[in-house]
């Protein structure tokens, strides 16, 4: 399968299965407006995808949403397989994505560095 093709399988993923984020955990006690889907990757064959997810909260709310994730992941698959033609639908796994998290971490401290100069030199002139 083409490179291209596989991209646009893992876009189309990504869309249905934020979309029906809504719907498959409607009245769930995780509210679904907490999760961002950031990637799918499916295999090759695309019998297989995982679906990365950030979720917005502390790190218990995050492990719980991941286990209601799991568990409604039967249901993503019956929307894929109703919303997409594909010759399979690909069994969903879930995993956490922390790279929001990473980066925020990488932005504090570029906050904390000092100004640079135009020469390279860090800046030492007091800020008025």
Sequence with gaps: MGVDRLERVNSLLKRVIA??????????SVSPGLFTVMNVHCGKDLRDATVSVSVFGDDDLKKT???????HA???QALINRQVRLKFTPRL???LDLSLEKGDEVLAILNTLPPVKDDGEPDSAPNA
Aim: no cysteine.
């Design 19 to 28: 979309e029906g984020m809504f719907q498959v955990m409607q009245g769930d």
């Design 93 to 95: 796994m879930f995993k």
């Design 65 to 71: 949403a991941l286990q209601h994730l799991k568990h």
């Design 74 to 76: 039967r249901d993503f």
